[in-house]
Nanobody, 125 residues
Framework: QVHVVESGGGLVQTGGSLRLSCTAS????????AGWFRQPPGQAREFVAA????????YYAEFVKGRFTLSRANAKNTVYLHMNELRPEEAGVYYC??????????????????WGQGTQVTVPS
């Protein structure tokens, strides 16, 4: 399993932006599907965005389309999530997945591996 570290979270006002990073321990992440999930306080983890290994096919959850952008930086073994126009209801812990335990299906990323620590995003209401 690829070990990933999520970073870039923080406190941002409504309408603000953040860039989250998912950096892997080795370059194998560049050969796997990868994506982002989030878990609001007291709620289940939910899919946000994902890409295939090439970065050419990208899927977004309906509620982030037009505001979030997922991208790869293979030279850095990193997958980014650029988030714009953030809303209070989008606060929570954001997690990355990017190894062989991922499956892209019907526009969603399924992940059966072990979650990392995530990165906290806070958007005060």
């Amino acid at each position: 399993q690829v070990h990933v570290v999520e970073s870039g979270g923080g406190l941002v006002q409504t309408g603000g932006s953040l860039r989250l990073s998912c950096t892997a321990s080795d370059r194998s992440i560049n050969t796997y599907n990868a994506g982002w999930f989030r878990q609001p306080p007291g709620q289940a983890r939910e899919f946000v965005a994902a890409t295939d290994w090439s970065g050419q096919t990208i899927y977004y959850a309906e509620f982030v389309k037009g505001r979030f952008t997922l991208s790869r930086a293979n030279a850095k073994n990193t997958v980014y999530l650029h988030m714009n126009e953030l809303r209070p209801e989008e606060a929570g812990v954001y997690y990355c997945a990017g190894d062989s335990a991922t499956l892209l299906s019907n526009g969603l990323l399924l992940f059966a591996g072990t979650w990392g620590q995530g990165t906290q995003v806070t958007v005060p209401s």
